[in-house]
């Protein structure tokens, strides 16, 4: 069915296609509406969910850790500062194997205060266990979420899952959208089948106990097998996906790569402003190409280096800043990656658009012409800048 | 409407006077019309009366820039007073037009422009709002003036689609209907091309 909505209104309609057993809802900007038109179908009848509202996110996250260890499909949505005071019930909800939905709206971490988007919250949480899968625009956003639940829950994986959007840029825009039928969404999703649960009384379980050191690292052990395998898992489900839809996904998306000798890494909307930018620049004979990341957890390392093994220059573009002093976080696990090569391509890191910081095809285009330079005078220059910001070292 | 097969449209408004709400149903509109649609608000610490900036791209193909619009080809001013703080004609493409909420004609409002040699359109969105409402919803009135200005959907196609839009929106407050129908028919009517 043809429609037009925005990035959370497009989540929303699909957590109510999905009508999962308990929400926890607690609101932060800009992933407030997704709680709040929820809301909506749950006054209207048209969902079975237990709407359970909370004081705080780290409650919200708590209430879906304890419903999915029940026994129950538990969903939630979240930003930025919302996301760090989950932090410690991510840790808790992913060791605990429960395959819980988390929608991330996708704001700036505070501080300076900012309501605006980049990566830094989700980015921050990236070692916390959860698988990540991350959309370019409206249509993305409804089709993750709704592919959430079969890959979490599947018995080799049993991983939560975050579906990450770009916030305002993704969730308060109104663009054009396909959605599916709510009994296809159901048929898709199947019903949550888990073998062992609190209230399954043939077999009464604790969950959450004390690990001592005999036994704390096996259990890490089978967390790290089960988000490698989750790998598979993402790719039986987009192609499932693909049936119902005929909207394809992988671990990411090659745009134009086939031939390309410059190319981009990069996370979320500003795909889309990128391609437009590819676009332009192969209408003038530019080998350029795109690398969208659309998994980050688990890291398509291997596919990565592949796709980027016959390029000459790459920049990774991080919309989050890390910190690390070197390079943001795409930027670190995709050296990582290309490390193994027998020919690298030279590798710069940008970090961009923090806290709203708008980005344009220019200024995409402008990365290219410097990749360019790069590629023909052999010389990398420096490694790890910033773009769009006002000072004196602004060089890309 | 211009040649490229996009039509960009930058609305400024002063937060409270529905802005945001004209260009969500402009993409609304103009999708249930078969068009591809974008429409964003530019978002901020929001406040009543404060400038906000609302966005639209409508075209034939699915338009994957997510940035904001710094080449318009229309530009929308809810709010006169807006001319002295805002550079509105920012960027305004050569060929494009303004859309000003004003008693004045597009001649009188031209010194006010900080040097925009193009088109200038003109509309008493507040009278008639008052007129047929009751009150002062300006952002109705601008939505049928952009329409009419910029072509960029077929007037009484607009007006019957938005009435379906109206039905969905207004399900709870029907006797609304009446009254922004109204309001659009005698914009797009009193709206002065200049």
């Not at chain 1, 971490?109 to 625009?137: C, F, K, V």
């Not at chain 2, 507040?126 to 077929?154: D, K, Q």
Request: glycine share 8%; aromatic share 6%; hydrophobic share 40%.
């Amino acid at each position: 069915m043809k429609s037009r909505l925005s990035g959370n209104e497009a989540v929303a309609y699909a957590l109510q296609q999905l009508n999962p057993d308990v929400m926890g809802a607690f609101p932060i900007t800009p992933s407030t509406e997704i709680p709040e038109y929820f809301a909506q179908y749950v006054a209207d009848g048209q969902v079975n969910t237990e709407f359970v509202t909370v004081e705080s996110e780290h409650s919200s996250m708590s209430v879906c850790i304890a419903a999915q260890a029940a026994g129950a499909r538990s969903v939630c949505a979240t930003s930025s500062c919302g996301l760090a005071l989950m932090y410690e019930l991510l840790y808790v909800a992913a060791s605990c194997r429960l395959p819980i939905t988390l929608a991330c709206v996708n704001r700036a971490l505070t501080g300076p205060i900012n309501i605006n988007n980049d990566h830094s919250d989700s980015m921050g949480a990236r070692d916390s266990g959860w698988i990540q899968i991350y959309a370019e625009n409206n249509q993305e956003a409804y089709d993750n979420i709704i592919m959430a639940m079969p890959i979490g829950e599947t018995p080799g994986v049993r991983l939560p899952v975050m579906s990450c959007m770009d916030g305002f840029i993704t969730s308060h825009a109104v663009e054009n959208i396909e959605l599916l039928d709510s009994d296809v969404v159901q048929g898709f999703i199947g019903e949550y089948q888990p073998e062992n649960y609190l209230l399954k009384k043939e077999n009464p379980l604790a969950v959450g106990p004390y690990d001592v050191s005999a036994y704390y690292m096996e259990h890490k052990v089978m967390q790290a097998e089960a988000m490698k395998a989750a790998k598979n898992r993402i790719l039986e489900v987009a192609a499932d996906f693909e049936k119902i839809s005929g909207r394809r996904y992988g671990l990411l998306e090659e745009y134009r790569m086939e031939d390309a000798e410059l190319a981009l890494v990069l996370i979320g909307s500003t795909a889309g402003t990128a391609k437009a930018a590819v676009d332009q620049l192969r209408a003038k004979g530019e080998k350029a190409g795109l690398v969208k990341i659309r998994v980050f957890r688990p890291f398509p390392g291997q596919e990565l280096a592949k796709v980027l093994a016959g390029t000459k220059a790459v920049a990774i573009m991080d919309k989050s800043e890390g910190l690390a002093g070197g390079g943001g976080p795409l930027f670190a696990e995709t050296r990582s990656a290309l490390y193994d090569l027998p020919e690298r391509p030279y590798l710069i890191s940008i970090v961009y658009g923090l806290g709203g910081r708008d980005v344009k095809t220019d200024d995409i285009e402008t990365v290219f012409s410097r990749l360019a330079h790069i590629s023909s005078s052999s010389q990398i220059g420096p490694v790890y800048t910033h773009m769009g910001q006002r000072s004196k070292e602004e060089t890309v | 409407m211009p040649s490229s097969n996009m039509v960009e449209i930058r609305w400024h408004g002063r937060g409270g006077q529905g802005a945001k709400m004209a260009c969500l149903l402009l993409a609304d509109v103009a999708a249930l019309e078969g068009k591809f649609v974008q429409g964003f608000p530019e978002y901020g610490p929001e406040r009543m009366g404060a400038p906000i900036t609302a966005y639209n791209r409508i075209s034939e193909k699915r338009c994957t820039v997510h940035s904001n619009i710094y080449h318009p080809d229309y530009v929308v001013v809810v709010d006169e007073s807006l001319l002295d703080s805002v550079h509105v004609t920012g960027g305004l493409r050569e060929g494009g037009a303004i859309i000003i909420n004003t008693p004045l004609s597009p001649r009188e409002i031209v010194p006010r422009l900080r040097g925009w040699q193009g088109r200038v359109c003109t509309i008493d969105a507040r009278r008639i709002s008052e007129e047929i409402l009751g009150r002062n919803f300006p952002n109705t009135p601008m939505l049928a003036a952009a329409v009419r200005v910029s072509g960029v959907l077929e007037p009484n196609r607009f007006l019957a689609s938005i009435e379906e839009s109206f039905k969905n929106k207004f399900a709870a407050k029907p006797q609304l209907i009446e009254g922004n129908m109204a309001t659009l028919q005698r914009s797009m009517e009193e709206v002065q091309l200049g």
